[in-house]
């Protein structure tokens, strides 16, 4: 069974940054086949980044990075916008951790 840990999240600047880590734990065959998504309140869950595809929100500002050693992955996110705002998950076939808040204020 496959366990996913997010952290990292919390109440930033606009501008600011933060870096998102996510651990696996179980069966996980390549870190490289994970990503990050998230869900805005009232909105729904959407794509942020895999290691093959970025969303346009994304570019340029966020960078998904992985630790096979670790089985972990992360997300470091610069030049946060209020927009940014949601919870953020990794994902790894179908399974899904428990998701981190990040929130981007003044």
């Known amino acids: 069974q496959v366990q996913l840990v997010e952290s990292g999240g919390g109440l930033v600047q606009p501008g600011g940054s933060l870096r998102l880590s996510c651990a696996a734990s179980g069966i996980i065959s390549n870190i490289y086949n994970m990503g990050w998504y998230r869900q805005a309140p009232g909105k729904q869950r959407e794509l942020v980044t895999s290691?093959?595809e970025y969303s346009e929100s994304a570019k340029g500002r966020f960078t998904i990075s992985g630790d096979t050693a670790k089985n972990t992955i992360y997300l470091q996110m610069n030049n946060l916008k209020p927009e940014d705002t949601a919870v953020y998950y990794c994902m790894f076939n179908d399974n899904w951790g428990q998701g981190t808040q990040v929130t981007v204020s003044s």
């Open positions: 290691f093959t």
